[in-house]
Structures are given as C-alpha cells and as structure tokens.
C-alpha cells in the first residue's frame, strides 16, 4: 500500500481546526489533528509545504518508521509546531491502519482495559449561586467529576469563567468568532486569587458533600512558593488535581510545591514530547499527564510516556477543551481506553457546527466517554461542510498586572 495524497483541511466550524487527511493508492483515507490554538496556519503551512511532499509513496503501515523519519530527519526536534504536524500524520496512519484491519484503533493498542472514560467537566460562576447552577447543571449531564473555575473580587476579567469569556457562544469555549484581529487583555492579581480560591471550594464541599471529584485549573500563573500556598490551602477540600499551578517550562518548581503539599497535581498541555515529561515522572514531582495526543506528536508518544509513568503509578489526564479537535479527542479516547494507567479524560462538548464537519462516533452517556467501534478512529470529515466555514483568525487572550506588566495567561 502507498501514500498518494496528503492534503489539508483548515476549516473554521465554531473555531479553527486544521485536519490532514492522507489517501491511499487502496483508496483508504486517514486523518490527523494538527489544530495549534491561535497558530493554526503555521502547522497547515508546515505540514502543506515540508511533510505532504515526504510522505508521497510511503507505505502508510509504517508508523513507527514514519513517526521516527519526520522526527528526526528534521533535525529540529520538537516544539509545538513540528509535533502538532507529526500528530497529525501519526492520527492519519493509525486511523488508515486500523480501517484495513476493521478495527478500532483501541483494539490495535491492546483492546479495552475498560468499558469508559471516566470525564470531567467544566463548572465556573461569577460569583456562587452562578457556579452552584453550573455544577449542578454539569451533575444533570452525567458528569461525576467537575473543575471549578470562579471570578474573583478585583479581577475584571478571568481564564475559565464561561459567563464573561469573549466566546459568542454561551458557554466558556474561546471561539474565535466575534474575537477580532487582536488578542484581548485581561488582569489579574495572585494575592485576590490565592485568598479568594480557598473559599470558593469550602462553599462547594458544603454545598455539594465530599464525594464529587473537584478539579482546578491554576493557568500557569503562580510561582513556586504561592503555588505551595494554595495546593496548601486547598487540602481541606480534597482535589482530584490542581493543574498547571506554575509554568512547566521550569521543572524544578514541582519540587517546591511537592515538598508543601498533597494536593495531586497535573501539568503537561502544552507538553511536546516525553522529555518535557522525564523529571516529573521519574522523581514523581506530578500524579496526571496532561499531553493532548494532537501537541504531543500523535497517538504513538502518548502510548509510551503513559507506559513511562505507569512504572511510577503516574495516570493520564489528557488535555480535552474543544480546540483539540473531534479527531485529536478520537485519537487520546482510544489510548485511554487501551492503557491501564488511564484516570480521567477532559471533555468539552462540541459545538453543533464543529459535529456538522466532524462526523463522530464517539458516545457521551452518564459521564463516560467511549471512542465507539467503528474501524480506525471513527470520526470522517465531512468536507462539503469543511468548506463553509472560512478561517478566521484568533488569538488567545493575554493577562497585564495592575502596573501593566504582562504576566502569563
Ligand atoms: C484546559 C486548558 C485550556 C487552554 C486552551 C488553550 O485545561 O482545558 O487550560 O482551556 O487554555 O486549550 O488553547
Ligand atoms: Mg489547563
């Protein structure tokens, strides 16, 4: 079998996707996630000009040897841009592989450890009785697991708070639409934050009871020591996960916070490789895997850095807001089905547009998620659709402090 045509699919259905879809001499096609929230053209240019013309004639069962050539014959290895392309061939191919064979990818990796993927979903107010609503409408919904975001008094506008995001829509989703040509600011202040977050978990365990798994997502803002201060102060309340409590390109800080705290911690999304991975694993510094299969080179990586961490009872947690595409999500619900070491996967429905291009056979019933049976991924690209919806482009916000130096966002 031959590889006889890559082509990509930047669309634009809600928000941007850019899609590679390989087709082969047998007439099987695959695809692949290479969307880059807010920098989708330089993955489409990247995989348009440097990785269609080297997959020309290539056997497309090779994925391995595929996966390895694109890697290394690059020469300049990693980073978001080069693995969000490799992803998407890495998708591609197993999606085409899994169609010959007339299997699910999930069968290819080892079959079910088991029946669902257990889910979280995302609850955020402005202030209580709004987040009270959102979680109890998450908990009609099936969720069984929730990530409380909340605004906080002397912060205007706040990462995760559905009712004052820039999104069109309703709900908390960063859609580009509508968000103009440039980025929007938004403010923050850590010592609000940190004396604010406390309260808003006693209010829900007292509200809600203790059993609900609670997550929170610290956006990469906190240095080491503030970091220690709240996974410290948010012990009471029994997190599943504090995310991103610091930035992750320094891995020493996890230490500091370790030593403080047991609150479990996940970081990883905007991960690319199982090197960014390597210390937090072997020295147990975090307890959840955050990659997404679509910046992390694709379904073969994220195969082995959670066989990596399950020597270190280390789980998954694998990215899932609604910019990681129907694809991408197809690709990590199939690993997190096969892996023994799976613990919960993020899930964000959709919007209507987005299912109108993607068609999917992923199921979302009483909480848990399952990538459903049908041979390869299961999702197909409906490109009638695809080409309705222009692309637009869309940055993601950035944060100022008080005295207008930009902090992360
Ligand atoms: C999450 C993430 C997202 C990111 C987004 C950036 O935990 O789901 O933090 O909300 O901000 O994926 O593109
Ligand atoms: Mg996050």
Redesign the pocket.
């Known amino acids: 079998m031959k590889i006889t045509a890559a082509d990509v699919i930047v669309t634009s259905p809600s928000r941007n996707f850019v899609t590679l879809k390989i087709t082969t001499d047998e007439g099987i096609t695959g695809l692949g996630d290479a969307t880059l929230?807010?920098r989708e053209l330089a993955v489409a240019t990247y995989l348009k000009e440097h990785l269609a013309p080297l997959l020309l004639n290539r056997d497309p069962h090779n994925i391995e040897d595929t996966w390895q050539f694109l890697y290394r014959s690059s020469y300049w290895r990693r980073g978001p841009v080069t693995m969000a392309a490799i992803a998407a061939v890495d998708m591609a191919l197993w999606d085409i592989k899994g169609k010959v064979a007339g299997l699910p990818v999930y069968q290819l990796l080892g079959g079910a450890s088991r029946t669902g993927l257990r889910t979280y979903g995302?609850a955020s107010g402005r202030d209580l009785p709004e987040l009270f609503d959102s979680i109890r409408e998450h908990l009609e919904e099936g969720y069984k697991s929730i990530?409380i975001q909340t605004s906080v008094p002397g912060i205007k506008s706040l990462?995760?708070v559905a009712a004052q995001a820039q999104s069109s829509g309703e709900r908390y989703d960063?859609e580009p639409a509508g968000r103009g040509d440039l980025p929007t600011e938004e403010d923050w202040d850590t010592r609000a934050y940190l004396r604010h977050v406390p309260t808003v978990f006693e209010a829900v365990r007292n509200e809600f009871g203790p059993e609900i798994p609670l997550l929170h997502?610290g956006?990469h803002r906190m240095t080491p020591i503030q970091a220690a201060k709240l996974g410290k102060s948010l012990e009471p309340y029994d997190l599943y996960w504090l995310?991103?409590c610091t930035p992750a390109e320094n891995q020493d800080a996890l230490r500091l916070v370790r030593q403080h705290t047991t609150t479990p911690l996940a970081i990883g999304?905007v991960f690319n490789t199982v090197y960014d991975f390597q210390t937090l694993i072997r020295e147990q510094l975090i307890d959840y895997v955050?990659a997404a299969s679509t910046h992390f080179g694709g379904i073969s990586p994220l195969k082995k850095v959670m066989d990596y961490a399950a020597l270190y009872q280390i789980r998954s947690g694998f990215?899932?807001?609604t910019?990681?595409s129907p694809v991408g999500l197809a690709a990590q619900s199939h690993v997190g089905l096969a892996i023994h070491n799976f613990g919960i996967q993020?899930y964000?429905e959709h919007s209507e547009a987005t299912n109108s291009v993607f068609e999917q056979s992923l199921n979302f019933a009483d909480g848990y998620l399952h990538p459903g049976d049908k041979p390869g991924l299961g999702v197909e690209l409906n490109e009638e659709a695809a080409a309705r919806f222009e692309y637009q482009r869309a940055y993601?916000p950035y944060n100022r402090l008080a005295d207008g130096t930009v902090h992360d966002w």
Do not use: A, S, T
């Open positions: 929230n807010g995302h990530r990462y995760g960063y997502d956006h995310e991103d999304e955050r990215h899932g807001p910019d990681v993020e964000m993601l």
